[in-house]
């Protein structure tokens, strides 16, 4: 297949890595993704993610919001510096704590522990998101830690409201 757009090219082979995934297929190459690697070929021995889904905003042109458990299986402790999302302009880590939400800079997470992004507390936001994200289908989210690495996983794509999607309350704020 021949793609005038590098996007599209992107597009279509994470859906290839995607099915892919489904069949318990290893990865051919270290830029592929199987969605049963969850720990991905960047990412440290240890880490790893799962759960992940986005909520689309009820009004188009607010931020969505993105849930997801990470954990650190590894010896060492790790600390999440940063997030990308297909499909945003921007996202950012939150966290909501007494009816107030701010920017999380970093997260430490020591051998053996979980991080549960979820609604109420920690959560990624999703500011700008295009068009072509849409409820019923799925985008990747790549996580970056202090030291580098990256670890990438495929999210859901809810709308809100719908079974499954956990509501987008956080704490009272309104965006």
């Known amino acids: 297949m021949k793609f005038a757009c590098p996007a599209a090219a992107l597009l279509a082979t994470v859906a290839l890595a995607l099915a892919l995934g489904g069949c318990g297929k290893a990865p051919d190459s270290p830029t592929q993704t199987n969605e049963a690697t969850v720990s991905g070929p960047d990412a440290k021995p ?6 992940g889904k986005l909520v689309l905003p009820v009004i188009a042109g607010r931020p969505g919001a993105v849930y997801f458990t990470v954990r650190n299986d590894g010896s060492v402790p790790a600390t999440l510096a940063g997030v990308h999302l297909a499909g945003a302009s921007k996202a950012e880590m939150h966290q909501t704590k007494g009816g107030s939400m701010a920017p999380v800079e970093s997260l430490p997470i020591d051998p053996g522990a979980s991080v549960v992004f979820a609604p109420g507390g920690l959560h990624v936001m999703a500011f ?3 068009d072509s994200v849409k409820a019923g289908g799925t985008t ?19 709308a809100m409201g719908s079974e499954g999607a956990g509501g987008h309350d956080m704490g009272g704020m309104h965006h």
Do not use: I, Y
Not at 46 to 51: E, F, I, P, Q, T
């Open 140 to 158: 990747e989210m790549t996580l970056t830690f202090s030291d580098g690495d990256k670890l990438s996983m495929p999210l859901h794509v809810e």
């Open 46 to 51: 240890g880490l790893a993610a799962s759960d």
């Open 128 to 130: 700008g998101l295009s």
